[in-house]
């Protein structure tokens, strides 16, 4: 227990940490300074960071519940971890990057009171620099909703009713508001109503999470509110830096999975195989463009695969019987190796953040190159 050491537990705030110690940190300060925070409880899940996190949270604050995890589990189940020892009538999943206001809490709790038809709610989520981080208020990702998306017309026409809609950007963010989902960076619900839906859906390793349990929600009959009478700021994605690539195929697993899920259900009249298709291209394009944003190594590394490939494919058909393909001048078959070989080391390479700085090392990058050629 934090605050004024009472047994009377109004608010179990559960955070998922993952290698980022001096935002978690910035986290439980301004949490501390939040009213109600005498009757709150913070129960931190350690995502197997391996760091230091511990010993920063537990010098300033000691009454802080933590749980270390031997691996990481992802993001809902380390949350139904937290959950299961919550002994609060509320409890707030919080992201580690993240600053409350003041009056949060007490305004959370007085707009659930005065609302009872409302069964999760989100705050105004704003980015370091003040601006409205739009993501805290969302539509379910419909076929319709997610093609304006990803065609760019919500960008294009952000007041519109009809291409807005994802993020429902034609509303007023001052405005409070009934929507289909809010940011998973902050979720306030009943204790209750979290452990009759059962909890996270364990299957969303991260990202996806949110919209599932908004999702499961509505389906009990609540409602899911956006209110902009407290906020928030949110150091988006610091935990997902540490594993970049991961988190993107993570990101369109989700979306495979809430598709596939909710289908029947949220107004999607697409067959399943169209979703999927249009999930592949649109992962496609975007680790495509990810590679760019490291082209240089990327080419490098192209160049070093295909030049030892043609350097062992010409020693080893010299000294054989076989056909050299080079020599037979076989385009179809020269091809083919090239592209698989490059296709594998580079896949290898960039899921083992070989191209990010954090997990760049010797050793990574020979294990990294080892795999690949045992594929």
Known sequence: MNGQ???????????VNYRVPFFLHQTIRSLSHAELYGRTEVIVVDNASRDNSEEVIKR???????????????????CNVGARQARGEYVLFLNPDTMVSDNTLRECVEFLRTNESCG????????????????????????????????????????????????LTYLDPDQSAKVDAVSGSFMFMPLSLFRK????????????????LCARVTLQGKEVWYNPGTQIVHFKGQSARRRSFQSRVSFYQAMILFSSKYR????????SWLVFVGILLQAG??????????????LIDLIIVNGILWGGLVIRFHFSPLQDPYASK?????????????????WVLAYRGIYSKERYSTRNMLASGFAASLI
Request: hydrophobic share 45%.
């Open 5 to 15: 050491h009472t047994s009377d537990v109004l608010i179990s705030v559960v955070i």
């Open 60 to 78: 300033e604050f000691p009454d802080v519940g933590w749980v270390s995890l031997r691996e990481n589990v992802g993001f809902g189940k380390a």
């Open 120 to 167: 999760l709610m989100g705050p105004k989520v704003l980015n370091p620099d003040g601006t409205l981080q739009v993501s805290c208020r969302r539509s379910f990702p419909t076929p319709s909703v997610a093609f304006f998306r990803f065609t760019g017309l919500s960008r294009l026409f952000p007041r519109s009713k009809l291409f807005g809609q994802y993020n």
């Open 197 to 212: 839906i059962g909890g996270f859906d364990e299957r969303f390793f991260m990202y996806g999470e949110d919209l599932d």
């Open 264 to 271: 029947h259900t949220h107004g999607s009249f697409l067959p």
């Open 285 to 298: 394009a975007g680790m495509i463009a990810n590679m760019f944003s490291t082209l240089t190594a990327s």
């Open 330 to 346: 076989d385009l179809v078959t020269i091809a083919g190796l090239h592209s698989l070989a490059s296709a594998c080391f580079l």
